[in-house]
């Protein structure tokens, strides 16, 4: 019969929640539960059980009850009369249903922490059993009190004791509330107010044991973060500015040094851990200066600082500033001084820099392991809410005072009914915040530590599911209801930051937030756009009306508007993406790509704020969209396909000039090709220099047989000479640029029996025609062929016969020639032509023996009357990318010395290619280690930033970018932060001197 009892009563405790039944059965016979009492089925029936199973840990409560029993019949230094009395109070408590019972088993089954707090000092159980709501007055007393009177404690254990004595009531409150994500204002307002009791009992401390320090100054403690928002977790560092005055007739250096010891005193109070723990650290970092600064400052200090050096996020915090202790009146004297320089700093000419470089040292706070259980700094938590309702907040602040709270669902709501804020999305973020913030705070409330991340073990979330009202496979509800949540705060910020700005000039719903003309000028400007009014008109064209495109185009912008405003130039990406949505508006494929394939839409939108080069190319071509649809449709094609296919357009067309336009046609497309793929860094410097290249290459071979069809037609009769196009410079070395000219020489020979004029004639004339096929306006950039490398010039027939060229390499040739040779390339043309005339030249660029000294001298002098003569008037020599100091030509010029001296006996040398060049010559001795890297590094970099300069711009630009917004450009497409250009000329002037200095010795004073 006992086993059947024994048997039943553990399934009872299983169904109850118990995950240790057998246990739970011996605890509830514990003596410590009995004693005074008759036998516990006829006194407590079911009562404790079914009270144990509302509570989040029932195993863990029942434990700590029997322990808080056990240490309050044995408590030591009181009357056995006055301590059995406790004893039975207690019991009486626990008898009888009611709210006090199921606070002290709420306690003990959620916080392991503070049943150890109640086992140490069992008369706080009343504490718990008997809590109601309390003012900060009233915790302030009690602490203050607690430390002028600590009893057998010294004052920094009474403050814990008594601290956590406070604490006990507010978590008693909390964890038997009927609906723990309601209250979290209320519980998250009390342990505010038992923070700034703290502290004033803190100060009271340092005063007490520094009393002459407290004589010279009034010191006041300004509570950040959440402590000054009165929304402050369980266990979070407390963020305080501390602020003095001198007493009268004091010295300000004097009041400042007492003020420091004070404010030393105060943290070391709050922060060290003595026998009785440790309450929270006090941090002080976001004091002017961060930690480098003084602890302590005067009102006129702290104010001069902040109208001239603090940033953004500065005024940010300032945001939730408010005196918590001290000289409450020298507080507020301190925010009068600086509360309206936080409504100002939305109008700062660096707001929106600062405002991404926040969002930047956020997202690197997050270690990678922990992200994915982040409920603070991962995606979609808290510091998202917190963040974007900050943000909005300094926005639109300015102008509304209403906006202007420290608590974060106080001002959710006020930007909600000002209508910032949709209501839908106002609501949705005020539950998903309550949520995630309650998660917290039981999460922390467990063992009173500092923690941010979603539990991992079953028995944890199994605690916390059920702390948060689930019941049922309550370890999977929960983690389900986090991360619904998170995934709504996530989208939420597109919604809330840019779907007002839709509804100022589109028909949205009625729940949609309606923004001002003013106030989403306000916004679009906070955001990054330097004309918000041409923003708005964009916005107006794309959205405005009801047709399926304009309703696709309400769901997508929000999104979108966000990764404009990521970029460098978020006008140029919204301005765009009209054109091309204009232009392929009517187009099914177009909207539904963007809209159901996510990856598309956000491509699509870094592309076009990050290079109006690519835009450019796009608004050209609408139709290559598509290739943003697929991975593998930014993949730059083969020299071989891309011909093969411009051969094939070329020749469905009947005119010359048709067959050229769809030539350049397809150019353009693989141009934006290749700028796509480099812009997502997916391809390289070098893998970049080849695509070009071969681009290139495969453009000047579809032209040149245009042209010679062109020429066989006009004078009716077939060719009487092979053409070949030898690519010279950068084109030839296969490392061409963006804004690379086709620098190129142009080869015929004559067929057997050919009249040497008539050849020579229909020659000139096909690259006539090529080149003027190429120079001219057409939907893809014009292709300039630069011929002056060719001997004699631009005093030279601009296309020679292989024996003419032969002649005079035999009689004329100079060292400039050899030299401008050594990357001579066969692109286009006649390929065995091509191998005649290589074989010509590379006795000539590799000359036998090297280079005599006379011509070494001779290419020296040549290099420094190029650097006082062709570099432009009024450029500067440190940042011109080609000709300046440290700049290609320094790197060109040494490497191709080394060919010309050396080539001709090692035949690593003998590349075409800059760098490989570079590293031959690097391994074969004739370069000093150091002096390659810096070369090496110098040109790359040049390279990149040019390179950069053009897809940003969309022309060239040869210089270091003066214009900020230029800068930034140029280091985004870098891989940069988009707030990093200065960093990046600064990096660039220090690679320049070191290769400068590298080509001197290499160049210049080399035997």
């Known amino acids: 019969m006992a086993s059947t009892r024994a048997a039943s009563a553990g399934a009872t405790l299983a169904r109850l929640g118990f995950a240790d039944p057998a246990r739970a059965q011996q605890l509830l016979a514990d003596p410590a539960l009995g004693g005074l009492l008759d036998p516990l089925d006829d006194v407590f029936g079911d009562g404790l059980p079914d009270a144990l199973a509302r509570v989040a840990d029932p195993d863990l409560a029942l434990l700590a009850l029997v322990r808080l029993m056990e240490a309050l019949r044995r408590q030591e230094g009181r009357r056995t009369e006055e301590r059995d009395r406790d004893v039975s109070h207690l019991i009486a408590a626990l008898r009888h249903p009611g709210p006090g019972r199921d606070r002290l088993l709420g306690v003990l089954g959620a916080s392991t922490a503070l049943g150890d707090h109640l086992v140490a000092h069992p008369e706080h159980w009343r504490c718990v059993v008997e809590a109601e709501p309390r003012s900060a007055a009233e915790r302030i007393r009690d602490l203050v009190t607690a430390v002028r009177e600590p009893g057998e404690l010294t004052r920094d254990d009474a403050l814990r004791v008594a601290y956590r004595r406070e604490l006990l009531g507010i978590a008693a409150l909390d964890v038997t509330s009927p609906d723990p994500v309601a209250v979290l204002p209320r519980t998250a307002a009390a342990l505010a107010d038992l923070a700034e009791a703290a502290l004033e009992a803190a100060l009271a401390i340092a005063t007490a044991e520094l009393p002459v320090e407290a004589a010279r100054c009034d010191l006041a403690v300004l ?189 959710l709501a006020a930007l909600s009914a000002g209508g910032y804020v949709g209501r839908e999305e106002a609501t949705a973020l005020d539950t998903a915040y309550r949520l995630l913030r309650t998660l917290e705070h039981r999460i922390q409330l467990f063992r009173l530590r500092r923690t941010h991340l979603m539990p991992a073990a079953h028995a944890d979330l199994r605690r916390l599911g059920r702390a948060v009202g689930f019941r049922g496979d309550a370890e999977a509800q929960v983690v389900k209801a986090w991360q619904a949540q998170a995934r709504e705060v996530r989208r939420i910020h597109e919604r809330l930051f840019y779907r007002p700005l839709l509804a100022a000039v589109a028909r949205l719903s009625s729940d949609e937030a309606r923004l001002s003309a003013e106030a989403a000028r306000d916004r679009l400007a906070a955001l990054g756009f330097r004309d918000p009014a041409g923003a708005l008109r964009h916005l107006e064209a794309l959205t405005t009306g009801v047709s399926r495109r304009a309703a696709i185009q309400r769901t997508l912008l929000p999104v979108m508007l966000g990764w404009f405003a990521d970029e460098a130039d978020p006008d140029a990406g919204l301005l765009a993406f009209r054109k091309v949505s204009e232009s392929l508006g009517s187009s099914h494929w177009y909207l539904k790509m963007l809209r159901d394939e996510g990856s598309s839409a956000e491509r699509l939108a870094h592309v076009l704020a990050r290079s109006r080069f690519a835009a450019d190319l796009l608004v050209s071509a609408p139709e290559a969209v598509q290739l943003l649809g697929d991975n593998a449709g930014t993949t730059p094609r083969t020299r071989d396909d891309i011909a093969r296919r411009m051969a094939t357009s070329a020749a469905r067309r009947s005119t010359p000039e048709e067959a050229v336009s769809a030539i350049r046609a397809i150019r353009r497309t693989e141009l934006f090709r290749i700028a796509v793929a480099d812009l997502g860094r997916g391809i390289g410097l070098a893998e970049v220099g080849r695509a070009l290249t071969d681009l290139s290459a495969a453009l000047l071979q579809a032209t040149l047989d245009v042209a010679v069809r062109q020429v066989e037609a006009s004078t009716g009769r077939p060719m009487s000479t092979r053409i070949l196009v030898v690519g010279m410079g950068r084109l030839g070395g296969g490392e061409a640029g963006y804004a690379s000219d086709a620098d190129v020489i142009f080869v015929h020979d004559p067929l057997p029996g050919a009249a040497e004029a008539l050849a020579q004639e229909q020659a000139t004339d096909v690259v006539k025609l090529l080149r003027r096929h190429l120079s001219q306006q057409g939907p893809d950039p014009a292709l300039p062929v630069d011929s002056d490398l060719r001997p004699e010039g631009k005093n030279g027939p601009i296309i020679r016969s292989l024996a003419s060229y032969a002649a005079y390499y035999a009689r004329w040739s100079l060292v400039w020639e050899s030299q401008a040779l050594l990357r001579a390339t066969p692109l286009a043309g006649d390929a065995e032509l091509g191998d005649r005339f290589l074989r010509l030249v590379d006795p000539l660029r590799w000359p036998a023996g090297g280079l005599i000294p006379a011509q070494v001298r001779e290419v020296r002098t040549l290099k420094a009357r190029m650097e006082t003569e062709r570099l432009p008037r009024g450029a500067d020599r440190r940042t011109h990318f080609k000709l300046g100091e440290g700049g290609l030509s320094d790197v060109e010029w040494t490497v191709q010395l080394v060919q010309l001296c050396h080539a001709h006996s090692d035949p690593a040398l003998r590349t075409t290619s800059t760098l490989g060049a570079l590293a031959a010559a690097r391994a074969g001795g004739y370069l000093d280690g150091d002096d390659a890297e810096a070369l090496e590094e110098a040109w790359s970099l040049a390279s990149r930033m040019r390179n950069a300069s053009m897809l940003f711009r969309g022309r060239p630009m040869d210089s270091l970018p003066s214009d900020v917004q230029d800068a930034n450009g140029v280091a985004r497409i870098l891989g940069l932060p988009p707030t990093s250009g200065q960093l990046l000329a600064e990096r660039y002037r220090r690679v320049s001197r070191r290769a400068r200095s590298a080509m001197r010795r290499a160049f210049y004073d080399a035997p």
């Open 223 to 411: 509570g950040m973060g959440k402590t000054g928002g009165h929304e402050l977790n369980y266990v979070s560092d407390v963020d305080v500015i501390f602020v003095v005055e001198p007493a009268e007739g004091i010295d300000e250096d004097v009041a400042v040094a007492s003020g420091t010891a004070l404010a030393t005193r105060l943290m070391r109070a709050c922060s060290a851990s003595t026998a009785h723990g440790t309450l929270w650290p006090v941090d002080a970092a976001l004091r002017p200066e961060g930690k480098q600064g003084p602890l302590v400052r005067t009102v006129a200090s702290h104010a001069s600082y902040y109208a001239r050096w603090a940033k953004t996020w500065e005024f940010q915090a300032l945001l939730k500033a408010r005196p918590v202790a001290g000289d409450r009146a020298l507080g507020e004297a301190y925010l009068a001084a600086v509360w309206p320089m936080v409504w100002e700093a939305a109008g700062r000419p660096d707001f929106v820099v600062d405002v991404q470089a926040m969002r930047r040292r956020v997202e690197e706070h997050v270690p990678p392991a922990e992200a994915a259980r982040q409920l603070k700094l991962g995606p979609g938590g808290l510091r998202d809410v917190e963040f974007s309702v900050q943000l909005l907040q300094l926005v639109h602040g300015r102008s509304d005072e209403r906006l202007r709270s420290r608590t974060t669902l106080d001002a």
